[in-house]
């Protein structure tokens, strides 16, 4: 559902989402990712792929702004833009699709390639099938 207000927050966090890019450490792909998310209390976190010589040491775009909110106890995250360096829209990785499942279940993703044609999903739709901890009495 498109609204005035959803495209104007669409908007901001894809304008935001690109400031975020420009922080990126990239040094070994040269692959840059933004994201902004934004949470019910009306804040915006973003965040950049920050790469390291241990590849697996590498954080996305997309953790790096959603440990942003959680790490202040800003948890409310209802929406997500994603852009990249790339030509095309830059969908999550799986780490990411895992993350953004528990702790924003319910949150709208907007994505913008390279030449800002918008595709807009949600959390759900790229993530049918989540993990959830089969451990009884492991969650608060
Ligand atoms: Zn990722």
Do not use: W
């Amino acid at each position: 559902m498109k609204n005035k207000e959803n495209i104007h927050l669409e908007r901001q966090l894809l304008d935001e989402a690109k400031i975020a890019k420009n922080y990126a450490y990239a040094p070994y792909s040269g692959f840059q990712v933004g994201a902004a998310i934004h949470t019910k209390s009306g804040k915006i976190y973003r965040g950049c792929n920050i790469e390291n010589a241990a590849f697996s040491a590498t954080n996305c775009a997309e953790r790096t702004a959603i440990f942003k909110a959680i790490s202040e106890g800003d948890t409310e995250i209802d929406a997500i833009a994603i852009v990249s360096s790339a030509d095309d829209v830059t969908y999550p990785c799986g780490v990411c699709r895992q993350v953004m499942s528990e702790l924003m279940p319910e949150a709208t993703i907007y994505f913008e390639d390279a030449k800002g044609n918008p595709v807009v999903s949600s959390v759900k739709e790229v993530m049918p099938f989540m993990f959830d901890n089969p451990i009884p009495n492991t969650k608060k």
